[in-house]
């Protein structure tokens, strides 16, 4: 029996965990219901917590044979699906040595970069000028760019993704990619091109189109 999957998710201007997995998800073809929640009403905690047991979103709910059962927190549901449903994408690469490279970008993008987060928010339908960068944010941009370039130099040649095909690994760098583009961050040619090849994808043009008609209404 095939599994259906409801992913709760965020906003879509500016819930950067939610767009992790949809993106892989959508990458994946993995047929999936979203339900978006407004983030930042007063609303919003009691339903988001109706569903999540973190309260955050995003969080998958799998409903097969008869059962129902709900993961959250973006890594853990990307793991998830990596698990159920291996040959849908390239979510973790096959060389050992590249998957520990990419688990490890993965889980320092998820635990770490405070200040790109608290003063970069994403907010994917704005263009805004850069707000003054202190030290701290400046050495963790120039880890994400140093991150990029040095696996794109070996995997993601001729156009790639930071291990080749897409993975996970981008899918957890895809909302820091968008907040480079609405701050206008510089970056060296080889990052920029690649935050280029991620915002043409279908999908993120998808999000992108969705989230600035969430801005507009
Ligand atoms: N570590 C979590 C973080 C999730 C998170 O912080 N989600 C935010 C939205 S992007 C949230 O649900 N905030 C609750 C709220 O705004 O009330 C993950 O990786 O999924």
Do not use: C
């Not at 609303?43 to 799998?62: D, F, N, R, Y």
């Not at 790639?160 to 040619?189: K, N, Q």
């Amino acid at each position: 029996m095939t599994a259906r999957y409801t992913l709760f998710i965020g906003s879509k201007n500016t819930s950067s965990w939610s767009l992790r997995p949809w993106l892989a998800m959508k990458m994946a073809g993995l047929p999936f219901e979203e339900s978006l929640i407004r983030l930042r009403t007063p609303e919003t905690k009691a339903a988001i917590s109706a569903h999540s047991p973190s309260g955050k979103v995003p969080a998958l709910q799998i409903d097969e044979a008869g059962a129902s059962l709900v993961v959250w927190d973006s890594l853990a549901i990307l793991e998830t699906l990596a698990e159920r449903h291996p040959s849908t994408l390239s979510w973790w690469p096959k060389n050992e040595a590249m998957r520990a490279e990419a688990r490890s970008v993965s889980a320092e993008m998820h635990s770490g970069f405070p200040d790109v987060r608290n003063i970069l928010p994403m907010e994917i339908a704005a263009k805004k000028p850069a707000p003054e960068l202190n030290d701290a944010i400046q050495a963790q941009i120039a880890r994400i760019v140093a991150i990029w370039s040095s696996a794109l130099s070996r995997f993601g040649k001729d156009g790639g993704f930071l291990f080749g095909p897409f993975s996970i690994a981008d899918a957890m760098y895809a909302p820091v990619v968008t907040r480079f583009e609405t701050y206008g961050i510089p970056l060296p040619a080889v990052a920029q091109a690649y935050t280029q090849r991620i915002l043409a994808l279908p999908a993120m043009r998808e999000w992108t189109e969705a989230a600035k008609a969430e801005a507009a209404a």
